[in-house]
């Protein structure tokens, strides 16, 4: 293996966190060597550079974060002469590279970052990723589907391209509006909408206002309200709570930035830790971040699900307590002719590992290869006899 390949992939990912946290950002790193090349390998690849600290530094949340990623004392940095092609062919591997990106302005002024891979010719899905979390965190879905479709991976208005001075509205009409500025800005009349965490409230609102845009929905693990409809798990209860505390004013953001973080380090999965707290890296970008992800988790969906007809799958698990599957199971009974698929293990975080068979059934379903049946509204939702799969895994006939 070439040496640094692993190192400078790495920065790359790690790059969205970096731009954000205020400096200096400290890394573990007991090799000399490294740390002498880590300022001039980051400035190839256009990354901020942490700072390397031999010892057992007392490092911040983030620093640990970001020291596990880039794990310097594995992963040596590349001899001088190697700096140059170890630098391009990470560039060329990047998500960023493979994903092209268009910066979609709405109507009201807000920058939407939106990568697009696939070849425009075949269907377009629009992936509606969790509120606020870089799109590299969709890649191994959008990697996949885009073997089969035109994918765009839009980001969260006000977090990422316009973070200077946002005062754009953070509700979640303006947001499910924002994924219609995205296919209306690629030319698009109508797309496959797959929303996952609270992107799934989105599609929904969406949809809902403009039924003619959305030619289906995959809604997975979905963050749900639906008032004594959908009772909520304790971690969404709680996350609530402080995020409305967060969201009221600057100080009270600061106040309960700890909290939060710390919160969220406690149930992301290490290999995508650095992605996950994106939105909690500064009390600014916090408090943001509360009032549009806070608009998603108490947005009464009732209202827009009344008559909704589109082609949809709702996809939960038995075990979900980061999003109570009880929510998903409201969404597909009131949605005519969709189905639900239950999953034995699951919960939003995990999705993102983007597991083969999880992936397969989205490509399916946006296909069409997952047959909805005529049910009537009161038997939408019921679940679908499983088929006997390796594993004993539920899927659709």
């Not at 880590?38 to 031999?54: G, T």
Request: aromatic share 4%.
């Amino acid at each position: 293996m070439t040496p640094g390949r692993d190192l400078a992939a790495a920065l790359l990912a790690a790059g969205p966190l970096l731009r954000v946290l205020p400096p200096p950002v400290r890394v573990r790193c007991a090799d000399p060597a490294t740390a002498a090349a880590l300022a001039r390998l980051c400035d190839r690849l256009d990354v901020p550079a942490p700072v390397p600290v031999a010892g057992a530094a007392d490092l911040g949340s983030f620093e640990r974060v970001l020291s596990g990623l880039l794990d310097l004392d594995a992963n040596p940095a590349p001899p001088p002469a190697d700096e140059a092609r170890v630098v391009a062919e990470a560039r060329e591997r990047d998500f960023t590279r493979r994903f092209r990106r268009t910066d979609v302005r709405t109507g009201d002024g807000a920058v939407l970052p939106t990568y697009a891979a696939g070849d425009p010719q075949r269907p377009p899905v629009l992936m509606v990723s969790a509120c606020g979390m870089p799109a590299r965190l969709a890649e191994g879905w959008a990697d996949r589907l885009s073997r089969d479709f035109h994918v765009l991976v839009p980001e969260t208005r006000g977090l990422f391209a316009d973070l200077d001075g946002f005062s754009g509205d953070t509700g979640v009409v303006a947001q499910a509006g924002d994924l219609l500025a995205v296919l209306d800005r690629f030319g698009l009349r109508r797309a496959h909408l797959i929303g996952l965490c609270g992107g799934a409230v989105l599609a929904v609102v969406a949809a809902a206002r403009a039924p003619e845009r959305v030619s289906s929905l995959s809604l997975w693990h979905g963050d749900f309200d639906l008032g004594d409809e959908s009772p909520k798990t304790d971690h969404q209860q709680n996350l609530q709570a402080l995020m409305a505390m967060a969201a009221r004013s600057p100080q009270q953001a600061a106040a309960v930035h700890a909290v939060l973080t710390n919160t969220m380090l406690g149930v992301a999965p290490p290999r995508l830790a650095h992605l996950v707290t994106y939105p909690y890296a500064t009390p600014e970008l916090l408090r943001r971040y509360c009032r549009l992800n806070g608009a998603i988790m108490g947005t009464d969906l009732r209202p827009y699900l009344a008559g909704l007809t589109t082609r949809t799958l709702v996809v939960t698990s038995e075990d979900d307590h980061t999003a109570h599957p009880a929510g998903s199971r409201a969404v597909a009974a009131r949605i005519g002719g969709s189905v639900l698929h239950v999953a034995g293990h699951g919960d939003h975080l995990s999705l993102f590992h983007a597991e083969e068979s999880l992936v397969d059934l989205a490509a399916r379903f946006v296909a069409g290869e997952v047959a909805l049946g005529t049910r009537s509204p009161a038997e939408a939702g019921r679940r679908v006899p499983p088929v006997p799969t390796r594993g004993g895994e539920e899927v659709f006939p």
